[in-house]
């Protein structure tokens, strides 16, 4: 049974084509519009309906919805902290040493192989789509969409900046001065090609920086956001500014009070895609960087 979704064209968007509509406007592929196209899936007013046709203020669009056919990943049982949920995505607390999904050898025991598993349980027949990555030893929020179109609305916040992260780390020293914005491109190691640095015809990155916190020691608690997300960002970054971050055997050095980077996705903010507000999701501490930080006596400053 075919499922579609009406759509009421404002005094904006008259004048565009169906295709143009679909793809502006809706976020659609030019492959789901493919699909929709083989399928007889897109009607106005109620009719078949050829894609170059324009669009008139009060007309109907109805566009039919692209079943999943699968996971795109095995479903494997495990365990999965749900954060935030709704009907076009989930918000996960990704623990340390584990990856977002499938990559090179590693086949299973990812995030997306246990979502899909927890999907599969509940009865619900939709591919495991990732809407951003963090590192294997990074915690924190991960976002997941429930379908292509949530998929590709929430990635256009990413490129808007409208859906905004933030993280805290410890860093080995503190950064001086001890608020403020690293901007320097990030592009590929010469040598290495699991490594990033920084490189003045890489890619745009910017991270801003806060610290919340230092202790005796010298080491820092620091809250960042980002404004581009490129590959291993905040640690390049970091390690740029003199401030290597706790942990990071790549990029820093390890040290005996954590076993792996001291980095955590606290927070993530969008617009929630069916109504007119801001949704703000929380993860909480894992236990080894709040051991780590309670160890280095950092003192929040609020």
């Not at 495990?78 to 977002?100: A, H, M, R, S, T």
Request: charge should be positive; hydrophobic fraction near 35%; aromatic fraction near 4%.
């Amino acid at each position: 049974m075919k499922v579609f979704t009406a759509y009421k064209i404002t005094p904006e968007h008259e004048s565009l084509t169906v295709e143009s509509y679909l793809k502006q406007v809706l976020l659609l592929s030019g492959r789901q519009l493919q699909k929709l196209t083989r399928q007889n899936g897109i009607r106005l007013n109620g009719k078949r309906v050829f894609l170059q046709k324009k669009l008139e203020s009060n007309d109907r669009l109805q566009v039919m919805t692209l079943a999943d056919s699968g996971y795109g990943v095995q479903p494997e049982p495990g365990p999965v902290e749900i954060l935030y949920e709704d009907d076009f995505l989930l918000v996960l607390n990704k623990p340390p040493k584990q990856l977002v999904h499938p990559a090179g050898r590693t086949t299973g025991g990812t995030l997306a192989n246990f979502l899909a598993y927890h999907l599969q349980q509940r009865g619900l027949i939709t591919t495991v789509r990732a809407v951003h990555r963090l590192d294997r030893d990074t915690s924190g929020c991960v976002i997941f969409a429930k379908d292509a179109r949530s998929q590709s609305l929430l990635e256009q916040q990413l490129k808007s900046r409208s859906l905004k992260r933030a993280y805290w780390a410890l860093v080995q020293e503190p950064p001086n001065p001890p608020a403020g914005v690293i901007d320097a491109p990030i592009g590929r190691h010469p040598v290495l090609p699991n490594r990033r640095v920084v490189t003045p015809d890489g890619a745009p990155a910017v991270t801003h920086y806060r610290t919340r916190g230092t202790s005796a020691g010298g080491i820092a608690l620091l809250e960042l956001t980002l404004d581009t997300g490129r590959t291993h960002q905040i640690r390049v970054h970091l390690a740029h500014a003199g401030c290597r971050l706790l942990g990071d055997g790549m990029y820093g050095q390890r040290t005996p009070l954590i076993p792996r980077q001291a980095l955590h996705a606290a927070t993530v903010s969008f617009r929630h895609l069916a109504a007119n507000h801001t949704v703000t999701v929380t993860a909480p501490l894992p236990c080894d960087l709040t051991k780590a930080m309670n160890t280095a006596l950092v003192e929040l400053q609020t």
